[in-house]
């Protein structure tokens, strides 16, 4: 099959979308398909073979945080050109509602389109306002994805119809199999994400940070990620500051080897998050998982069975329950393999497979329609108008 998939957000900021629309590439492409990615980048930005680049993103404040998009007529006319080159069996567009290249091919795409919403934000007033533009093209959809049940809600609440929820994936193996640093174990908080973007909650951990030390004087918060370090660590007491360790951006290896290595990983995200991928690599690398209590977190976590929650934006309480985590070798262990065992329906063996059929499902749709509609093919078939 000839996927073409379309990536919003610039390729050279790391975020959820881009891991996610990258992952699947991949594991696609492993399947034998033949997959080519659109998205915004940089020019001297090292893109994979499959991804072809629509030209240099601009910063837009979208969702609660500052997106990188590409829109314009010289967007509008690479769109055109990759569909023309590409000849696509179906088209599978990422947040086709954000002002960027999803919505662009939504207009010039045909043929089978498929579109996932990652977005959760049920009180969006531009995407309500935004509505009489956005129909004539979502119109064009085929099939809808939602990676969440958050997802499906903000797309039935603002866009209506309805989608299938089908989770981000994991590659489960990669980060189990990741070997852990031992300068990273031993007492240790890890924490993942962009440092500057308050949604991520780094201020609440930080926040939080004096209490747990107070109680357990050894841990350290291991922080990697890009953004102001300084700022970061300017509300605690400067005695205090030794205690975080700023690893910066990490590769995907070390990722996953941090996750091997923590006692506890921290989730302090404050909101606008549908889905929350991170929790599931944790998991899939063994972390005990503690996450603020969003509703996506929630259902990511198994409802609290697959790790902790504590409530959002409540520093003492993330404290309480790091330095009670921090304490109890049994119950980490035991989330260990909660977590362990509750990932494995988030694996791209089984997340892959429902893309796929999504894919497979539009597709026959529009060959059974090119069918009824060319007489010859009707005659040949025995198929006959009602």
């Known amino acids: 099959m000839k996927i073409g998939i379309v990536c ?21 492409i492993r399947l034998g398909h033949e997959v080519s990615v659109l998205a915004p980048a940089d020019d001297d930005t090292p893109l994979p073979p499959f991804v072809v680049s629509a030209g240099r993103a601009v910063p837009v404040p979208y969702n609660g945080s500052v997106a990188r998009l590409n829109f314009g007529f010289l967007s509008a006319a690479r769109v055109r050109r990759w569909l023309h080159d590409g000849t696509f069996d179906v ?3 990422h947040e086709p509602t954000s002002p960027s290249l999803g919505l662009l091919t939504c207009w010039a795409a045909q043929g089978p389109i498929v579109a996932t919403f990652h977005t959760s934000n049920p009180r969006s007033r531009a995407m309500i306002a935004a509505y009489p533009i956005l129909q004539p093209a979502l119109e064009k959809i085929s099939a809808r994805i939602a990676v969440s049940e958050y997802a499906r809600r903000t797309l039935v609440e ?47 951990l930080m926040k939080a940070l004096p209490a747990i030390l107070a109680e357990r004087p050894g ?47 921290v989730a302090p995200n404050t909101g606008g998050e549908s889905f929350g991928i991170i929790l599931v690599e ?14 996506a977190f929630a259902q990511v976590l198994d409802l609290g069975a697959a790790g902790e929650l504590f409530a959002n934006e409540d520093a003492a309480a993330l404290a309480t329950a790091a330095v009670r985590l921090l304490g109890d070798p049994e119950r980490r262990e035991e989330l260990r393999k909660r977590g362990s065992a509750h990932v494995r329906r988030f694996d ?3 997340v892959g497979a429902d893309i796929l059929a999504v ?13 009824d509609e060319r007489p010859g093919l009707r005659s040949r078939f025995g198929l006959a108008r009602n």
Request: net charge negative.
């Open 158 to 204: 603002h866009l209506g119809g309805d989608a299938v929820v089908i989770p981000n994936g994991v590659d489960v193996a990669f980060f189990e199999s990741a070997e852990p640093n031992p300068e990273w174990q031993g007492g240790t908080i890890g924490f993942i994400g962009r440092i500057d973007e308050p949604r991520k909650g780094l201020p609440v």
């Open 348 to 350: 791209w063996s089984t």
């Open 91 to 93: 088209i599978h567009i």
């Open 8 to 28: 919003p957000y610039s390729w050279d900021v790391p975020g959820g979308v881009q891991f996610h629309i990258r992952d699947l590439a991949d594991h696609l």
């Open 282 to 295: 944790a998991m899939s690398a063994g972390a005990p998982v503690l996450a603020s209590d969003l509703d």
């Open 359 to 371: 894919y497979e499902t539009v597709t026959d749709g529009a060959a059974s329609v090119a069918a």
């Open 219 to 265: 841990t350290r918060l291991l922080v990697a990620g890009r953004g102001d370090e300084e700022e970061a660590v300017a509300q605690l007491p400067k005695e205090m500051r030794s205690s975080v360790e700023f690893l910066g951006m990490v590769s995907d290896k070390d990722k996953a080897r941090l996750l091997r290595s923590v006692d506890v990983y």
